[in-house]
């Protein structure tokens, strides 16, 4: 059976319908034909026929001589050696029609250009398959922007958790401690890895063990909030008092996902109970109020465990220079209550700040990159009911960075007004005469 060669038309056609995108130049670079994926692609808003007879450059004129100097080394490189060239992935924008906005459209392609011989060897055509990948790279840049932005974001969480001046853990679903901060591992004289699992228990006082373990897990066999106390052994061989706290985080549907605590040295409240129960019988009830009010300056202290929003101190995010509110948690809204802090400045909504120089020591921080700490500092501010008051505050001031530069402060403090007050009820009760 004789088989009869398609016609010169129906090669024509059969160029036309290929699926991949191909582009036929003369030697010289002038466009004489391009099949139909390739006119989709790149002829969105023209005809095939306008562009036929062109040259390359005038049909897809680069929006930068880098991109145009990469098409033209592969030109050249077929018109000198006669062998294919692969170009690398690269940004090629094809310019918009002046009528619908004119620039360049963002696009990115993968081409390869194959000479073609007449039978004497000599290059009679270019021949140019095209891939346009605009869309995977796109996702691509996207996919590694969200990553950095992760990456970003886990970095200033980590930050502010080993900022913070509180010992921090977490455990697993299952109650399993798996991690901790630096300031936990300073306390313990233990490393990360051996604050993990279950030997730590061995660092809590024998007594309180068996009470500890039998309320933890309680807890977290009903998914509830711990708080306990007990005697935690530092790394010099005494053992202190802790006010422990956790929080579990949770599922839609109530499962645990993790949990999240911290634990607060509360050995001075401790001792100064005891000395006001043994100063003077008759002052038991002052002594019992007394306790609560030092329980309650150490709940203040505890950490931000249940993020930010659940935190017992004050806490705040401050942006830039200017000291401008980006977050401030439920603690710090309570001490200045009618004031809309966010999106304001230090200055603009605290000039009491100002007026008593913390303002100062804010910009001493943002500019030196040294963080500051104080304790038990007293500070004057109108209240929500426009009565002047006076509280005690334990805070610190932490620069952040974001690319290496300062761009912001943290600050935290709690609430130590009650402990002052007992401490000094506690002297004035020393220095009375015993009968």
């Known amino acids: 059976m004789q ?48 562009v036929v ?8 004129p680069p929006n ?15 018109r000198q050696f006669h062998a294919p060239d692969t170009m690398p992935l690269i940004r090629y924008d094809l310019p918009i029609p002046t009528e619908n906005g004119g620039g360049y459209e963002q696009r990115y392609w993968q081409a390869t250009h194959f000479p073609v011989l007449d039978p004497t060897g000599q290059l009679r055509f270019i021949l140019q398959k095209t891939e346009d990948v605009t869309e995977q790279q796109l996702a691509a840049q996207r996919h590694a922007q969200v990553q950095q932005q992760l990456a970003e974001q886990q970095q200033r ?6 900022s913070l001046p509180v010992m921090v853990w977490t455990a697993t679903p299952a109650g399993v401690f798996d991690g901790s901060n630096q300031r936990l591992q300073q306390f313990t004289g233990w490393a990360a890895a051996e604050l993990m699992g279950s030997a730590w228990l061995q660092l809590i006082h024998p007594e309180d063990q068996p009470n500890f373990e039998r309320t933890w897990q309680q807890a977290v066999a009903n998914a509830a909030d711990f708080q306990a106390e007990y005697r935690l052994r530092r790394h010099d061989g005494q053992y202190r008092w802790q006010l422990v ?8 549907t109530g499962s645990i996902l993790m949990w999240i605590g911290s634990n607060t040295d509360i050995q001075e409240q401790k001792q100064m109970v005891q000395e006001l129960l043994e100063a003077n019988e008759q002052q038991a009830l002052l002594s019992d109020q007394a306790y609560a009010a030092s329980r309650a300056a150490a709940s203040q202290r505890d950490m931000l465990y249940s993020l930010l929003e659940t935190a017992p101190a004050m806490f705040a995010i401050l942006r830039g220079p ?12 309570a001490l200045f209550a009618g004031r809309e802090l966010l999106g304001r400045t230090v200055a603009e909504l605290v000039p009491e700040a100002s007026e008593q120089g913390f303002t100062a020591l804010l ?18 501010l109108v209240g929500a009911d426009g009565k002047l008051q006076q509280v005690y505050l334990n805070f610190s001031y932490q620069p952040f960075r974001e690319d290496g530069r300062i761009v912001g ?27």
Do not use: C, M
């Not at 004489?32 to 808003?45: I, T």
């Open 322 to 333: 200017d000291h401008q509110y980006e977050y401030v948690n439920p603690g710090y809204r």
């Open 245 to 252: 706290r956790g929080t579990p985080r949770l599922t839609a």
């Open 363 to 380: 910009d001493q921080v943002y500019q030196t990159g040294t963080p500051f700490a104080a304790a038990e500092a007293p500070f004057s």
């Open 53 to 60: 007879g062109l040259d390359f450059f005038t049909v897809w």
């Open 409 to 435: 402060l943290l600050a935290f403090a709690y609430d130590v007004t009650d402990l002052v007050k007992t401490r000094q009820t506690l002297e004035q009760l020393g220095s009375q005469p015993r009968g």
């Open 3 to 50: 088989t009869t060669l398609p016609s010169v038309t129906e090669y024509f056609n059969l160029f036309r319908a290929l699926p991949d995108k191909y582009l036929l130049l003369s030697p010289e670079g002038v466009v004489l034909d391009l099949n139909d994926a390739h006119a989709s692609s790149s002829l969105p808003q023209r005809q095939r026929e306008e």
């Open 157 to 162: 969480t980590r930050f502010i958790l080993e």
């Open 64 to 78: 930068s001589d880098t991109e145009g100097d990469v098409v033209r080394r592969s030109h050249e490189h077929v």
